[in-house]
């Protein structure tokens, strides 16, 4: 994997095979051309790379030369096609075979075609190193490519991104990510942080614990956490918009994460439909809720156990346990048929080893 400003890429094809790629157009056109001596024009920047391999493997005489147009910016075509370097002169009467790095759109192409219809050249061909044809507006014909493609962004071998990557021997193809939001459910007791912190590393998530981001922002004294704190000094539920903008600014701070995982939110209906608002701004959606269910007879053997390390008061008192029970199963219920009626919610059994409960919610998440 290699960064190229703000953007991962990951290898595609080796040097050997856009070499062997490139020798075999350069026998097929010289099968063809071997009794004339054919301008070959590259369209830089882009094929510079490409002419100058197929050159050294074309083994009859030619000529060479360049014509420059952009149409790119980042990652997008724009549209409009300039015309940076005009084309070579003395070219009456000849066979001109056109060098491109690669063909998607056509946008490129069909200025070329423009350019060349304005002389009287005697043939005019069309070979291209990488053919994207599932784009490709298909107005003329492409008489050669070495090498047919899917619509990836790619970079390497003359083709850049944002004018970097053009010298890396191989071809890199852009990382894209397959973002997985996750709310997890689970009763005390059930393992939520042991099994949010494995999805944490294997997938690349960001574990978002409401309490946790609670008191960050009070204990730290953001504006969001004076807010908070104004509320629970009187009394008063942190109304959901404040709630929402707390998980907003972690979203924003974790560009990098391939997703994240709500854990103590949402609570009720309200805040579901409020967080599906949140993330459809930022063009995401919460992929799985997923529940963590073990009988209460399980869990307060464990949480009792567990109050005997943590010391917390409400891990060892059998009727604290209880109300926090009946308190999950009364606010989550709502939530659940929530996203029930979005066909997002997956039960997992909670009862076995670590290692049980991990496979189970890893087949979860492979499967969506």
Do not use: W
Not at 168 to 191: R, T
Not at 199 to 209: A, M
Not at 279 to 284: G, P, Q, R
Not at 327 to 345: C, D, G, H, I, S
């Amino acid at each position: 994997m290699i960064k190229l400003h703000d953007k991962y890429f990951k290898p595609y094809l080796s040097a050997a095979q856009i070499q062997g790629t490139v020798q075999d157009m350069a026998k097929r056109i010289a099968a063809d051309y071997q009794d004339k001596v054919p301008i070959f024009v590259g369209v830089l920047n882009g094929s510079f790379m490409f002419v100058s391999d197929f050159l050294k493997a074309y083994p009859h005489p030619c000529e060479v030369s360049f014509v420059k147009l952009s149409s790119y910016q980042g990652l997008t075509s724009t549209g409009i096609v300039e015309t940076l370097l005009d084309l070579p002169e003395n070219i009456e009467g000849r066979s001109v075979i056109i060098l491109e790095d690669i063909i998607d759109t056509g946008r490129t192409l069909q200025q070329l075609v423009h350019l060349f219809t304005k002389t009287n050249v005697g043939e005019f061909k069309i070979a291209s190193l990488f053919y994207k044809s599932e784009v490709y507006n298909g107005e003329y014909a492409i008489d050669y490519f070495g090498k047919e493609i899917p619509d990836h962004f790619i970079v390497g071998y003359g083709l850049d991104y944002k004018e970097q990557g053009r010298n890396l021997k191989e071809i890199y193809q852009l990382n894209e990510k397959h973002m997985i939001n996750l709310v997890l459910f689970g009763k005390p007791g059930a393992g939520k942080g042991t099994q949010a912190e494995f999805l944490r590393k294997k997938y690349n998530l960001k574990h978002i614990s409401t309490g946790d981001v609670f008191r960050y922002n009070i204990k730290n004294g953001t504006d969001l956490g004076k807010l908070a704190k104004s509320y629970m000094d009187k009394g008063d539920l942190v109304p959901d918009e404040v709630t929402i903008k707390m998980l907003e600014d972690e979203v924003d701070n974790n560009p990098d994460a391939d997703g994240f995982i709500f854990d103590g939110f949402p609570r009720t209906a309200a805040q579901a439909q409020a967080l599906d608002n949140f993330l459809e701004s930022k063009d995401m959606q919460v992929d799985a809720t997923i529940a963590l269910e073990a009988n209460d007879e399980v869990l307060m053997e464990r949480l009792l156990e567990r109050g005997k390390v943590s010391g917390r008061s409400d891990d060892q008192d059998v009727e604290k346990i209880k109300n926090r029970f009946e308190e999950y199963q009364t606010k989550t219920a709502p939530v659940r048929e929530y996203y029930e009626e979005q066909n997002k919610f997956y039960s997992v059994d909670g009862i076995g080893s670590i290692e049980d409960i991990t496979q189970r919610l890893t087949k979860v998440i492979e499967d969506l």
